[in-house]
């Protein structure tokens, strides 16, 4: 019934910017936590961003200074602001939300089916 789905990804130079977006449905209450998580070929799923019930954030190191994090209660909308993109961030962005964990991480409760970012040189 809960569904995130993620919207907003796209082709970009390096340098350029994209924000994503992830909707959320079936769900009205208070989410523990909501992230960002990227996958590119060959490599395996990496935290990129994480959000608290309070609103407090947590990025990775390649995602300092470039990506900010934000979610509009109300709209039940998570959303990841991403500038100065360099080809390295090319990847499946998926969302992902919990009920319970502060953080999310793998073991999330519920994923988004992804939105594709690529970025060119």
């Known amino acids: 019934q809960v569904h995130l789905v993620e919207s907003g990804g796209g082709s970009v130079q390096a340098g350029g910017s994209l924000r994503l977006s992830c909707a959320a449905s079936g769900y009205t209450g208070r989410w523990a936590c909501m992230g960002w998580f990227r996958r590119a070929p060959g490599k395996e799923r990496e935290e990129v961003a994480g959000i608290d019930s309070v609103g407090t954030t947590r990025y990775a190191e390649f995602a300092k200074g470039r990506f900010t994090i934000s979610k509009d209660n109300a709209k039940n909308t998570l959303y990841l602001q991403m500038n100065s993109l360099k080809p390295e961030d090319t990847a499946m962005y998926y969302c992902?939300?919990?009920?319970?964990?502060?953080?999310?991480?793998?073991?999330?409760?519920?994923w988004g089916q992804g939105t594709q970012v690529t970025v060119s040189s």
């Open positions: 992902a939300a919990d009920r319970v964990y502060r953080w999310c991480g793998e073991l999330s409760d519920y």
